[in-house]
C-alpha cells in the first residue's frame, strides 16, 4: 500500500498563486507530525516497494507495547510540541486491531497534544473485511482514510496483484465516506497498453465518486520489485514516456476542470482538501517517525527505525526504542531537501524562507541561471518571493532540480 | 657461461609462417618440448607469446627466439633458431628483419581450412628472402582434413612443390620427429665469415625491468663477445655489451655469439627509443665498411586521440604511454587538448592493430579508462600560394579552404581472400570504399581479390564490415603505395547548432553525406533527450548536408515521493550531479562521455 495523503479538514492550504505572502507558513513553532508505520501485509503486491512483510501471524500485544514504546521515546526528544497530524500508513495498517490504534492515538495526544483541527489518516485496503472495522476505526479516532482502491478495473487490479475486486472496492469506499469525515484514494495509471480514452473514463468515474482529495500514481518500476524483474525479462513493458506524458496532462486537465487540481505532483485536492501530514513533508516541517523503517526529521536530525519488523521488535526490547541510524543533517543536505520536496508543490519554494532557516544565501541554493534558462523554456516560474516549477515542468521535475538544485 | 659458437653448417636459422589459429604456437611448444627446451611442468600453453593480449589474439607482437639442441637422425647435434616473427601486416617491416635473420622457414598450413591469405603475404616475403621453405600441413587428424587438397592448394596458389610436405598434428604430437629432420636436412645452413669485422643485425629489442633493454641480433658477419664495445651505424650510438645470450625459451648467457647464431644482448641501453629495428651492429674499434641493406625508420600511419575518461588520470596516462613507448619506439604521442574530452595525446601508431594493442595495454596493464577519437590518417596538405606542404595529422588541425591547394592521402594494396558466395558484398564494400580493382582470380572455391584502397576508408571500420560481410571468412592483408590526391574536405559535427571538435573528420566528398547521415542518426540514439530539442547536423563548411532532430524530453518525474524518500532523493540528486561531471556541454547540450566514446567506436556504423 501507498502512505497517501487525503483531505485534512483543518489544513489551511490556502490557494498560494494570488497572494504568497500567506501562502502555506514555512513551519509554524512548536508543530509536529506523527507517522506510524505497520509492516504487515496479507500479501506482497508485484509493484510494491515499501517496507511491508508478510507474516504468518503477529504478536498484537507485543506489537503495541513495542509502538508505545517507540512513540514514549520520541515523546522524550521532542517535547513542548503540539501534533498536527497523525498518520498510519504500511503495510497495510487497515489490519491493526482498532483497539491499539486507538491505544497509540490516545497516547500521542497525552505526550503532545492536539492541535484543534488535528488530521488523523490511516491507510486502508478496500476490502469488505477491513470496511466492516471501518466504524471501529473511526471510533478510534481516526479521521481520514486513504484507500488503495488503485484501479476501476478487475483485469488491472488483477495485473496488480490486488486481492480486491472493483465492485468490493466500491463498496468499500462508499463505506469508508459513510465512516469518515474525510477520504482519499489511490489509482495506479499509465499501466502497459492503456489507452488516453480508457483512462480518460476511469478518471471521470473516479472524480465522480466525490471524495475530496485523489492521489493518482503513475505506475513505476521499482528496483527489487516483481514488476522489475518482468520488465527486465521483457515480460513486462512500462508505458512509453511520451504517452505517459499524454495521460498525466489529461489527469491534470480532468482533475483541474473537477475542481480537484494537482498541489502536488500525484496529488490533486478540492482547495482545502489537502494532506495535512505529506504537506509536512513537501514543506520540511518536522515529524516523528515510529515503527520498522519508519523516517523522521526532526531537530535537524535524520532518524531511520530498522526495517525488518524483527529486528525492530529486538532493538525495541534492547534499547526501548527502533531508531536504527540517527544522522546530523548539515544544512547544506537540509537546504537541499527542502528544495528537493518543497518544488514538488504547485507552491513552490520560498527560497528567501530556507536561505534564513538553513544559514546558506539564496545564490548558493539555487542556481539563478538554469532559472534564467528554464524560465525562457516556460518550466518555472518566479512569482514574487517563490520559485515555481510550472504545469509544464511538472512532467519534468527531475531533469530540472539537478539543474535548479545549486548546492549538494 | 656457456661453450663458444657451433659450426655454422650445424646451424639452421627458421622462422614459422602461419595463419592465426592455424597451430603455430602449439607447433612451436611441441618443437621446444621435443628438444628439451623446457620439461612438462613448465610448459604452459604457449610458451612464446608473453603477453595476454598475444596469447588471446594468437598474435605475436615481438619477434622472439628459441634455441633448440637437437641430434639428428644422422648423429650429429645441431643448434636450431626458432624465429617466431610478428604476424600482422601493420608490423610488415619488423617481419621483413625477421625473416632476414633466417634462412628458410616452415610453412604451417590447416590441413582443414587450407592456404589464408595473410599467410601469403608472409610467405611471398619469405621467398623474397631467399628462404627454403617447409610445408608443413598441420592437424592432419581433425575429422574435415583434407590433406591432398591443401597440398594442391599450396603448389597452386604459392606455386611451391608440397610433394615433401610434412604431415602433422602438432597437438597430438603427430610428425614433430619429422619436422626437425626437415630443418636440418632441408633449409640450408647460415653462411659467413667469423673473422670478418663484426656485422650483426638489430631484428628486435623490448624492455625488460630486470635487463633493460633486450636486443635480439643476428650476427652476420664476426663475432660479437660480451665487454665488446659495439656502434649502432644508422643511430650513431656507442655501447658496451654486457651480456649475450640466447633464449631456450629460458636465458642462458653465452661468451660470444658467432656468425650464423641468433641470440640476444644487453649493453646497458635504458629505452627501446634508442634501438632501430633493422640496424646494423659493428665493432666500435673495428667496423665493418658496410651496413646491412633494408634498414628503414618507420612512420606511424595511423593517427587517434587517447583521452582519459577522468581527467584526472592524466599524468597517469601520460607515465603509461612513456612506460608503452619504452618497450615500443613505434609508436608516437603528443599531448592534444579537445574542448570536448579535455586533455589528452594524439597518437600514431603502424595500423589498426597496433592501435588497438596500445589501447588495449593501456586499459589492463595500466588500468586506465580511455576515450579513443575517430582514427585518421596522415593527410599531406598542398598548401595554396607555394607555400609548402603540411603533414596533417589531427581533423581539428586541418587550414581553412582557402589556404589549400590540394589535399593527397596516402593510399594501400589490399588483398583479399574470400569464399566465392561472399564475393558480391565484398565488391561492393570496396566499390563503396572508392576501391579500384586490380585483380581477381579464383581457386577452388575461392576469389583473391587485390583492391587498391585510400587508407582512411580502410581505417573507417573497413576490418569489421569484411568481417561481418564474410561471415569473419575472409582475410586481409595490406601495404602502402604512396599518396594520392583526393576531393577530400572537413566534415564537422554541430549539435545544438555548435561544432563538436573531437567528431570532426576528414572524408571523400563522395561520401560525406552517407558518413555524416550515419554520424547524426547514432548521436540522435546517443545522446539523452533534454528539456528543449536539440538539432544535430553534420556539415562541410557552412553547408548542412545532414540533420537529425532529438525531440524534446517529455516525461521524468518520480511519482511518489513522500518523507521516507527525502533521502533517498538527495543522495540520487548527488549522483546526478556526479554524472553531470562526466558530460561536455555544447550548445548547452549535455553529451554524456559514454555518447563519445560509442560514437568514435570503430566498426559498427552499419
Same mark, same amino acid.
Given at each position: 500500500?501507498?502512505?497517501?495523503?487525503?483531505?485534512?479538514?483543518?489544513?489551511?492550504?490556502?490557494?498560494?498563486?494570488?497572494?504568497?505572502?500567506?501562502?502555506?507558513?514555512?513551519?509554524?513553532?512548536?508543530?509536529?507530525?506523527?507517522?506510524?508505520?505497520?509492516?504487515?501485509?496479507?500479501?506482497?503486491?508485484?509493484?510494491?516497494?515499501?517496507?511491508?512483510?508478510?507474516?504468518?501471524?503477529?504478536?498484537?500485544?507485543?506489537?503495541?507495547?513495542?509502538?508505545?514504546?517507540?512513540?514514549?521515546?520520541?515523546?522524550?526528544?521532542?517535547?513542548?510540541?503540539?501534533?498536527t497530524?497523525?498518520?498510519?500508513?504500511?503495510?497495510?495498517?487497515?489490519?491493526?486491531?482498532?483497539?491499539?490504534?486507538?491505544?497509540?492515538?490516545?497516547?500521542?495526544?497525552?505526550?503532545?497534544?492536539?492541535?484543534?483541527?488535528?488530521?488523523?489518516?490511516?491507510?486502508?485496503?478496500?476490502?469488505?473485511?477491513?470496511?466492516?472495522?471501518?466504524?471501529?476505526?473511526?471510533?478510534?479516532?481516526?479521521?481520514?482514510?486513504?484507500?488503495?482502491?488503485?484501479?476501476?478495473?478487475?483485469?488491472?487490479?488483477?495485473?496488480?496483484?490486488?486481492?480486491?475486486?472493483?465492485?468490493?472496492?466500491?463498496?468499500?469506499?462508499?463505506?469508508?465516506?459513510?465512516?469518515?469525515?474525510?477520504?482519499?484514494?489511490?489509482?495506479?495509471?499509465?499501466?502497459?497498453?492503456?489507452?488516453?480514452?480508457?483512462?480518460?473514463?476511469?478518471?471521470?468515474?473516479?472524480?465522480?465518486?466525490?471524495?475530496?482529495?485523489l492521489?493518482?500514481?503513475?505506475?513505476?518500476?521499482?528496483?527489487?520489485?516483481?514488476f522489475?524483474?518482468?520488465?527486465?525479462?521483457?515480460?513486462?513493458?512500462?508505458?512509453?514516456?511520451?504517452?505517459?506524458?499524454?495521460?498525466?496532462?489529461?489527469?491534470?486537465?480532468?482533475?483541474?476542470?473537477?475542481?480537484?487540481?494537482?498541489?502536488?505532483?500525484?496529488?490533486?485536492?478540492?482547495?482545502?482538501?489537502?494532506?495535512?501530514?505529506?504537506?509536512?513533508?513537501?514543506?520540511?516541517?518536522?515529524?516523528?517517525?515510529?515503527?520498522?523503517?519508519?523516517?523522521?526529521?526532526?531537530?535537524?536530525?535524520?532518524?531511520?527505525?530498522?526495517?525488518?519488523?524483527?529486528?525492530?521488535?529486538?532493538?525495541?526490547?534492547?534499547?526501548?526504542?527502533?531508531?536504527?541510524?540517527?544522522?546530523?543533517?548539515?544544512?547544506?543536505?537540509?537546504?537541499?531537501?527542502?528544495?528537493?520536496?518543497?518544488?514538488?508543490?504547485?507552491?513552490?519554494?520560498?527560497?528567501?524562507?530556507?536561505?534564513?532557516?538553513?544559514?546558506?544565501?539564496?545564490?548558493?541554493?539555487?542556481?539563478?541561471?538554469?532559472?534564467?534558462?528554464?524560465?525562457?523554456?516556460?518550466?518555472?516560474?518566479?512569482?514574487?518571493?517563490?520559485?515555481?516549477?510550472?504545469?509544464?515542468?511538472?512532467?519534468?521535475?527531475?531533469?530540472?532540480?539537478?539543474?535548479?538544485?545549486a548546492?549538494? | 657461461?656457456?661453450?663458444?659458437?657451433?659450426?655454422?653448417?650445424?646451424?639452421?636459422?627458421?622462422?614459422?609462417?602461419?595463419?592465426?589459429?592455424?597451430?603455430?604456437?602449439?607447433?612451436?611448444?611441441?618443437?621446444?618440448?621435443r628438444t628439451?627446451?623446457?620439461?612438462?611442468?613448465?610448459?604452459? =600453453?604457449?610458451?612464446? #607469446?608473453?603477453?595476454?593480449? *598475444?596469447? $588471446?589474439?594468437? /598474435?605475436? !607482437?615481438? &619477434?622472439?627466439?628459441?634455441? +633448440?639442441?637437437?641430434?639428428?637422425?644422422?648423429?650429429?647435434?645441431?643448434?636450431?633458431?626458432?624465429?617466431?616473427?610478428?604476424?600482422?601486416?601493420?608490423?610488415?617491416?619488423?617481419?621483413?628483419?625477421?625473416?632476414?635473420?633466417?634462412?628458410?622457414?616452415l610453412?604451417?598450413?590447416?590441413?582443414?581450412?587450407?592456404?589464408?591469405?595473410?599467410?601469403?603475404?608472409?610467405?611471398?616475403q619469405?621467398?623474397?628472402?631467399?628462404?627454403?621453405?617447409?610445408?608443413?600441413?598441420?592437424?592432419?587428424?581433425?575429422? =574435415?582434413?583434407?590433406? #591432398?587438397?591443401?597440398?594442391? *592448394?599450396? $603448389?597452386?596458389? /604459392?606455386? !611451391?612443390? &608440397?610433394?615433401?610436405?610434412? +604431415?602433422?598434428?602438432a597437438?597430438?604430437?603427430?610428425?614433430?620427429?619429422?619436422?626437425?629432420?626437415?630443418?636440418?636436412?632441408?633449409?640450408?645452413?647460415?653462411k659467413?665469415?667469423?673473422?670478418?669485422?663484426?656485422?650483426?643485425?638489430?631484428v628486435?629489442?623490448?624492455?625488460?625491468?630486470?635487463?633493460?633493454?633486450?636486443?635480439?641480433v643476428?650476427?652476420?658477419?664476426?663475432?660479437?663477445r660480451?665487454?665488446?664495445?659495439?656502434?649502432?651505424?644508422?643511430?650513431?650510438?656507442?655501447?658496451?655489451?654486457?651480456?649475450?645470450?640466447?633464449?631456450?625459451?629460458?636465458? *642462458?648467457?653465452?661468451?660470444?655469439?658467432?656468425?650464423?647464431?641468433?641470440?640476444?644482448?644487453?649493453?646497458?641501453?635504458?629505452?627501446?627509443?634508442?634501438?632501430?629495428?633493422?640496424?646494423?651492429i659493428?665493432?666500435?674499434?673495428?667496423?665493418?665498411?658496410?651496413?646491412?641493406?633494408?634498414?628503414?625508420?618507420?612512420?606511424?600511419?595511423?593517427?587517434?586521440?587517447?583521452?582519459?575518461?577522468?581527467?584526472?588520470?592524466?599524468?597517469?596516462?601520460?607515465?603509461?604511454?612513456?612506460?608503452l613507448?619504452?618497450?615500443?619506439?613505434?609508436?608516437?604521442f603528443?599531448?592534444?587538448?579537445?574542448?570536448?574530452?579535455?586533455?589528452?595525446?594524439?597518437?600514431?601508431?603502424?595500423?589498426?592493430?597496433?592501435?588497438?594493442?596500445?589501447?588495449?595495454?593501456?586499459?589492463?596493464?595500466?588500468?586506465?579508462?580511455?576515450?579513443?577519437?575517430?582514427?585518421?590518417?596522415?593527410?599531406?596538405?598542398?598548401?595554396?600560394?607555394?607555400?609548402?606542404?603540411?603533414?596533417?595529422?589531427?581533423?581539428?588541425?586541418?587550414?581553412d579552404?582557402?589556404?589549400?591547394?590540394?589535399?593527397?592521402?596516402?593510399?594501400?594494396?589490399?588483398?583479399?581472400?574470400?569464399?566465392?558466395?561472399?564475393?558480391?558484398?565484398?565488391?561492393?564494400?570496396?566499390?563503396?570504399?572508392?576501391?579500384?580493382?586490380?585483380?581477381?582470380?579464383?581457386v577452388?572455391?575461392?576469389?583473391?581479390?587485390?583492391?587498391?584502397?585510400?587508407?582512411?576508408?580502410?581505417?573507417?571500420?573497413?576490418?569489421?564490415?569484411?568481417?561481418?560481410?564474410?561471415?569473419?571468412?575472409?582475410?586481409?592483408?595490406?601495404?602502402?603505395?604512396?599518396?594520392?590526391?583526393?576531393?577530400?574536405?572537413?566534415?564537422?559535427?554541430?549539435?545544438?547548432?555548435?561544432?563538436?571538435?573531437?567528431?570532426s573528420?576528414?572524408?571523400?566528398?563522395?561520401?560525406?553525406?552517407?558518413?555524416?547521415?550515419?554520424?547524426?542518426?547514432?548521436?540522435?540514439?546517443?545522446?539523452?533527450?533534454?528539456?528543449?530539442?536539440?538539432?544535430?547536423?553534420?556539415?562541410?563548411?557552412?553547408?548542412?548536408?545532414?540533420?537529425?532532430?532529438?525531440?524534446?524530453?517529455?516525461?521524468?518525474?518520480?511519482?511518489?515521493?513522500?518523507?521516507?524518500?527525502?533521502?533517498?532523493?538527495?543522495?540520487?540528486?548527488?549522483?546526478?550531479?556526479?554524472?553531470?561531471?562526466?558530460?561536455?556541454?555544447?550548445?548547452s547540450?549535455?553529451?554524456?562521455?559514454?555518447?563519445?566514446?560509442?560514437?568514435?567506436?570503430?566498426?559498427?556504423?552499419?
Open positions: 500500500m501507498n502512505p497517501s495523503p487525503g483531505p485534512g479538514r483543518g489544513a489551511a492550504l490556502r490557494e498560494n498563486r494570488g497572494d504568497p505572502s500567506t501562502a502555506l507558513g514555512e513551519r509554524q513553532g512548536g508543530d509536529l507530525a506523527l507517522y506510524i508505520h505497520w509492516p504487515f501485509c496479507v500479501s506482497k503486491c508485484p509493484y510494491c516497494d515499501f517496507n511491508s512483510h508478510v507474516r504468518a501471524g503477529v504478536d498484537e500485544d507485543r506489537w503495541r507495547a513495542a509502538l508505545l514504546s517507540d512513540m514514549a521515546h520520541e515523546a522524550t526528544s521532542l517535547p513542548g510540541r503540539r501534533l497530524s497523525i498518520f498510519f500508513g504500511g503495510g497495510t495498517p487497515s489490519l491493526m486491531p482498532p483497539a491499539t490504534v486507538a491505544a497509540l492515538i490516545a497516547a500521542a495526544e497525552r505526550h503532545w497534544g492536539f492541535a484543534p483541527d488535528i488530521e488523523i489518516t490511516l491507510e486502508a485496503n478496500p476490502s469488505s473485511v477491513e470496511a466492516a472495522r471501518f466504524a471501529d476505526l473511526g471510533a478510534a479516532g481516526i479521521n481520514r482514510v486513504s484507500l488503495g482502491l488503485q484501479s476501476l478495473d478487475d483485469d488491472a487490479l488483477a495485473f496488480l496483484g490486488r486481492a480486491h475486486g472493483v465492485a468490493e472496492g466500491l463498496a468499500a469506499l462508499e463505506t469508508a465516506q459513510a465512516a469518515f469525515a474525510r477520504v482519499n484514494f489511490d489509482l495506479i495509471y499509465a499501466l502497459p497498453g492503456q489507452s488516453l480514452a480508457a483512462w480518460q473514463a476511469m478518471l471521470t468515474h473516479a472524480i465522480g465518486l466525490g471524495t475530496g482529495h492521489s493518482l500514481y503513475q505506475l513505476t518500476i521499482e528496483p527489487g520489485t516483481r522489475a524483474t518482468l520488465a527486465a525479462q521483457g515480460k513486462l513493458v512500462p508505458a512509453d514516456p511520451d504517452h505517459a506524458a499524454d495521460l498525466f496532462e489529461a489527469t491534470r486537465a480532468l482533475t483541474t476542470a473537477a475542481g480537484l487540481p494537482a498541489y502536488e505532483v500525484s496529488n490533486h485536492a478540492r482547495p482545502g482538501e489537502e494532506s495535512r501530514h505529506n504537506l509536512t513533508y513537501w514543506r520540511q516541517g518536522d515529524y516523528a517517525g515510529i515503527g520498522p523503517g519508519a523516517h523522521g526529521r526532526r531537530h535537524g536530525h535524520a532518524t531511520i527505525r530498522h526495517r525488518k519488523p524483527e529486528n525492530w521488535l529486538a532493538a525495541m526490547d534492547r534499547n526501548a526504542h527502533g531508531i536504527a541510524e540517527d544522522d546530523i543533517l548539515t544544512p547544506e543536505a537540509r537546504a537541499t531537501e527542502a528544495l528537493l520536496m518543497g518544488l514538488r508543490l504547485a507552491e513552490g519554494i520560498d527560497p528567501a524562507a530556507i536561505a534564513a532557516r538553513t544559514g546558506i544565501a539564496t545564490a548558493r541554493l539555487v542556481d539563478a541561471a538554469a532559472v534564467a534558462r528554464l524560465e525562457t523554456l516556460g518550466l518555472v516560474a518566479q512569482r514574487r518571493d517563490r520559485l515555481i516549477v510550472t504545469e509544464a515542468g511538472m512532467l519534468l521535475l527531475d531533469a530540472i532540480l539537478p539543474q535548479v538544485v548546492i549538494g | 657461461m656457456s661453450k663458444a659458437s657451433t659450426p655454422l653448417d650445424r646451424i639452421r636459422n627458421f622462422s614459422i609462417i602461419a595463419h592465426i589459429d592455424h597451430g603455430k604456437s602449439t607447433l612451436a611448444d611441441r618443437l621446444i618440448q628439451g627446451g623446457l620439461t612438462d611442468r613448465e610448459m604452459s =600453453a604457449q610458451v612464446l #607469446d608473453n603477453m595476454d593480449i *598475444e596469447k $588471446e589474439r594468437g /598474435i605475436t !607482437i615481438k &619477434a622472439q627466439t628459441v634455441r +633448440l639442441n637437437y641430434r639428428a637422425k644422422d648423429g650429429l647435434d645441431y643448434e636450431l633458431s626458432l624465429m617466431d616473427t610478428p604476424g600482422h601486416v601493420d608490423f610488415a617491416y619488423e617481419v621483413s628483419r625477421s625473416l632476414a635473420a633466417c634462412e628458410g622457414a610453412l604451417v598450413v590447416d590441413a582443414a581450412q587450407g592456404v589464408e591469405a595473410q599467410t601469403l603475404a608472409n610467405v611471398y619469405s621467398i623474397e628472402h631467399d628462404h627454403e621453405i617447409v610445408p608443413v600441413i598441420n592437424k592432419i587428424d581433425l575429422p =574435415a582434413a583434407e590433406p #591432398d587438397k591443401v597440398k594442391k *592448394e599450396i $603448389e597452386d596458389i /604459392i606455386g !611451391i612443390s &608440397a610433394e615433401d610436405a610434412v +604431415l602433422a598434428s597437438k597430438s604430437g603427430i610428425g614433430i620427429d619429422e619436422v626437425l629432420e626437415a630443418i636440418v636436412t632441408r633449409i640450408p645452413p647460415p659467413g665469415d667469423r673473422e670478418a669485422p663484426l656485422k650483426a643485425m638489430l628486435d629489442s623490448w624492455y625488460d625491468p630486470y635487463l633493460g633493454v633486450v636486443i635480439l643476428r650476427v652476420v658477419e664476426g663475432v660479437l660480451k665487454g665488446q664495445e659495439i656502434k649502432f651505424m644508422a643511430t650513431g650510438t656507442r655501447h658496451l655489451v654486457d651480456r649475450v645470450g640466447c633464449m631456450r625459451p629460458k636465458i *642462458e648467457q653465452l661468451t660470444e655469439l658467432a656468425a650464423g647464431e641468433i641470440g640476444f644482448i644487453t649493453a646497458q641501453i635504458k629505452e627501446v627509443s634508442q634501438t632501430a629495428v633493422g640496424d646494423t659493428t665493432d666500435a674499434k673495428k667496423p665493418t665498411a658496410e651496413a646491412l641493406p633494408g634498414f628503414k625508420t618507420v612512420q606511424p600511419v595511423v593517427f587517434c586521440g587517447l583521452f582519459p575518461v577522468d581527467a584526472a588520470d592524466f599524468e597517469k596516462l601520460r607515465d603509461s604511454l612513456y612506460k613507448r619504452l618497450n615500443d619506439a613505434s609508436f608516437s603528443e599531448a592534444e587538448s579537445s574542448a570536448a574530452l579535455g586533455f589528452g595525446f594524439r597518437c600514431g601508431f603502424l595500423g589498426l592493430l597496433h592501435l588497438e594493442i596500445i589501447q588495449e595495454r593501456l586499459t589492463r596493464e595500466y588500468d586506465l579508462d580511455l576515450i579513443t577519437t575517430a582514427p585518421s590518417v596522415v593527410y599531406k596538405i598542398q598548401l595554396a600560394h607555394g607555400k609548402g606542404e603540411l603533414d596533417l595529422h589531427n581533423p581539428a588541425d586541418m587550414p579552404v582557402m589556404q589549400i591547394a590540394s589535399i593527397d592521402e596516402p593510399w594501400i594494396e589490399a588483398t583479399i581472400y574470400v569464399p566465392d558466395e561472399y564475393l558480391g558484398s565484398l565488391l561492393k564494400l570496396c566499390q563503396d570504399r572508392r576501391g579500384i580493382q586490380k585483380n581477381l582470380t579464383y577452388s572455391g575461392r576469389a583473391q581479390i587485390t583492391y587498391e584502397l585510400p587508407l582512411n576508408e580502410v581505417v573507417f571500420d573497413f576490418y569489421d564490415r569484411l568481417k561481418s560481410i564474410s561471415r569473419g571468412y575472409a582475410s586481409f592483408d595490406y601495404h602502402q603505395i604512396g599518396y594520392r590526391e583526393g576531393d577530400l574536405v572537413k566534415m564537422s559535427i554541430m549539435v545544438n547548432a555548435e561544432p563538436v571538435d573531437a567528431l573528420m576528414i572524408v571523400h566528398r563522395s561520401t560525406a553525406e552517407t558518413r555524416g547521415r550515419g554520424m547524426c542518426e547514432r548521436l540522435k540514439d546517443l545522446i539523452p533527450r533534454h528539456l528543449f530539442k536539440i538539432p544535430v547536423q553534420a556539415a562541410i563548411g557552412g553547408k548542412v548536408i545532414a540533420r537529425e532532430t532529438i525531440a524534446a524530453m517529455r516525461k521524468d518525474v518520480t511519482a511518489k515521493c513522500y518523507g521516507g524518500d527525502a533521502s533517498r532523493k538527495r543522495k540520487l540528486l548527488d549522483k546526478q550531479k556526479e554524472g553531470k561531471k562526466r558530460m561536455r556541454e555544447y550548445g547540450v549535455q553529451i554524456p562521455q559514454e555518447a563519445f566514446i560509442a560514437a568514435l567506436r570503430m566498426g559498427d556504423e552499419g
